[in-house]
């Protein structure tokens, strides 16, 4: 119980609570409620969190006010009180990558901004970060965590044009049950394209990939690879989904 993590709902912290760590989904605990949320500190004696709470779709973060609240300010908020982890992403970064712990951020949208902020505001505490990307996993409602049920309804459209590094998110929990110290990027070492994710599934799966260079995705930047990529590469994983 001294180690909670926030946003236990989603694809990661369902994943942390399957590796045994004790988790809050929102219908428990607002991470923006900060009255309720130093009451829970308080009465559980917690003191260290794995922030996993997060708005993450790139168009609601440029327009959304609470954006800046769930990812900027309640991260911070923990971090002034208790260890923190903040769970942050490649999207810090544009190009070229890879990009090291310590290379130069350069956030070009709405959602890089608020955790490159929420980064410096975490660090600054005392806290630690993690940055991570193209998360996928059962249970997950995005691209690769539905890629089995997307190519059985027909044809998938997937990009051709950008490098990722797809990570299943079992291996990132693992990672973080470990409360790795300062600035960690843990990410898949195999390096393809959505089109060749969706590919590879569809080996596995059946059904049919269509290569395009653009669906639709909103800004992002162009190459947001990073190094060192340490975890196991996606093929290994699809026979988990």
Not at 14 to 31: N, P, Q
Not at 121 to 135: F, K, S
Request: one cysteine or more; glycine letters at 12%.
């Amino acid at each position: 119980m001294s180690v909670l993590v926030t946003g236990a709902e989603g694809l990661l912290g369902s994943a942390l609570v399957a590796h045994g760590a004790w988790g809050l989904g929102r219908a428990d605990l607002d991470v923006t409620d900060f009255q309720t949320a130093e009451r829970l500190l308080a009465e559980t004696g917690v003191t260290r969190v794995l922030f996993c709470a997060a708005l993450t779709n790139v168009d609601r973060c440029a327009t959304d006010p609470r954006a800046w609240t769930v990812n900027v300010e309640a991260p911070a908020w923990f971090a002034q009180r208790v260890e923190t982890w903040l769970i942050s992403t490649n999207y810090v970064f544009d190009g070229p990558g890879p990009h090291a712990p310590d290379a130069a951020r350069a956030p070009c949208n709405a959602y890089g901004r608020q955790k490159a902020e929420a980064e410096d505001r975490v660090l600054a505490a005392g806290g630690h970060v993690v940055r991570t990307g193209w998360l996928f996993g059962r249970g997950g409602r995005n691209f690769g965590s539905t890629i089995r049920d997307r190519l059985a309804a027909g044809p998938v459209s997937a990009l051709s044009d950008w490098p990722i590094q797809p990570t299943w998110v079992g291996d990132l929990a693992e990672v973080l049950m470990d409360l790795p110290q300062g600035i960690t990027h843990a990410i898949g070492d195999t390096e393809t394209t959505w089109a060749g994710f969706a590919m590879a599934a569809a080996q596995r799966f059946g059904g049919t990939v269509k290569p395009v260079q653009e669906v639709g995705m909103g800004h992002r930047p162009s190459d947001a690879r990073l190094t060192p990529a340490t975890l196991p590469g996606f093929r290994e994983r699809l026979a988990e989904l």
